[in-house]
């Protein structure tokens, strides 16, 4: 009966427990918020912040691995907790993913494809960005962004001196970014476990409503070429990267049908949260899998699906609406008390036998309209 340590108290360690606890794992996690959405699902919660140094060793001493759910805590602690304890996922994956100047440097240096993109060192390479990319270009937050949030749209010279401004007030380092004109976005979920083999998820196609993940179709709608493409990027990071765990890959298929990569997160990600339904492993059970040392199980697609997110502004009717979900659809709610607009509440996974029939039986809901 071996102990899995999470830092993190979020959905995602919510899942990770909920698999693990079926495997017969016991959870503590770590998290600020006593009320946590994994705090509920765990065996052992510790209240305190990703950064107290003396709550994460106290985590360590009660667990046998340790993993994180989130990227933003605390890597210095996690470099720490890695002398000592079983971290398999490392705190330098951690490092590298919590900068988009460290993770798009390190991307270039494998040879992996990624937007053009230049570190913003003072206001004239703000103005030079023009000559570089073009109009419109996106100034990005290194660190600390989430669903969009740090990020803004240069569309014309107009915007140049709020551009200036927000660059000197951010107190933060940024980069712009070449605005990449896509037909779609879609994400790879890798797994590599700890004897170094690897399995891809199926690809997702990612829907965003106002920078947030709106639905993951799966299969995406892509030719068998592209999808080899997608898939061979995905494990070239992987590998280049040494991931112990999950890695996912969000990427956008350009107009010419190439694959360029935007993004990475080192943990499941809410593009996977439909394996829960139509994969026999899950992207939850696949990562305890990995980091515990266990051969990785099978992740081909069961069923056509696509998995729709609830935020706040929707949970009510969903609610409402919950006797006239199709019998194929799945429900996951988060156990979040309070439903505050934008916020991640739960999702759900409609399966059936066509793409477009499970999106007319979306579109009959009427909740995301
Ligand atoms: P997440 O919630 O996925 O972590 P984030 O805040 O870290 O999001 P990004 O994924 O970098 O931000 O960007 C959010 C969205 O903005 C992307 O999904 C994409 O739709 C759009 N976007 C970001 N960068 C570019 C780009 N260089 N060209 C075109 N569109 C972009
Ligand atoms: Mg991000
Ligand atoms: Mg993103």
Request: net charge negative.
């Amino acid at each position: 009966d071996s102990t899995i340590g999470i830092l993190g108290g979020g959905q995602l360690g919510r899942m990770i427990s909920i698999a693990g606890r079926n495997m017969g794992y016991r959870f503590i996690t770590l998290d600020p918020n006593p009320d946590s959405p994994c705090g509920q699902a765990a065996d052992q919660q510790i209240i305190s912040s990703y950064s107290d140094l003396k709550a994460a060793k106290e985590l360590a001493d009660s667990s046998d691995v340790i993993t994180y759910e989130f990227e933003n805590v605390d890597s210095n602690v996690t470099s720490l907790l890695e002398k000592t304890s079983f971290v398999p996922q490392g705190s330098e994956l951690l490092q590298i993913t919590q900068n988009r100047i460290h993770e798009k440097s390190t991307l270039h240096s494998y040879n992996v494809p990624v937007a053009p993109f230049l570190v913003i060192e003072s206001e004239n390479d703000i103005h030079k960005a023009v000559d570089c990319f073009g109009f419109p270009y996106i100034m990005k937050t290194a660190t600390g962004g989430y669903d969009g949030k740090g990020q803004w749209i240069i569309s014309s010279m107009d915007d140049i001196p709020n551009a200036i401004e927000t660059w000197k007030n951010a107190g933060k380092d940024m980069i712009i970014e070449k605005f990449i004109p896509f037909s779609k976005e879609l994400s790879v979920i890798v797994a590599r476990n700890l004897q170094g083999q690897t399995k891809t998820f199926p690809i997702a196609e990612n829907i965003h409503i106002n920078n947030i993940l709106h639905q993951s179709i799966v299969p995406a709608r892509i030719t068998a070429e592209q999808q080899e493409k997608a898939e061979k990027i995905s494990l070239k990071v992987a590998e280049s990267l040494q991931v112990i765990g999950l890695i996912a890959i969000e990427m956008f298929l350009t107009n010419d049908g190439e694959i360029i990569v935007n993004e990475l997160a080192p943990r499941p990600h809410n593009s996977g949260h439909y394996s829960m339904d139509a994969c026999i492993t899950s992207q939850f059970e696949q990562h305890i899998r990995a980091i515990c040392g266990l051969p990785l199980g099978e992740t081909s697609l069961l069923s056509p699906i696509i998995m729709v997110n609830i935020l706040g502004q929707h949970l009510s009717e969903v609610l409402n609406k919950i006797s006239r979900l199709p019998p194929t659809a799945k429900l996951h709610l988060y156990g979040k008390k309070e439903s505050v607009e934008n916020r991640k509440m739960g999702h759900i996974n409609f399966l059936g036998s066509t793409i477009e029939q499970v999106d007319q039986q979306i579109k009959e809901l009427q909740i995301w309209t």
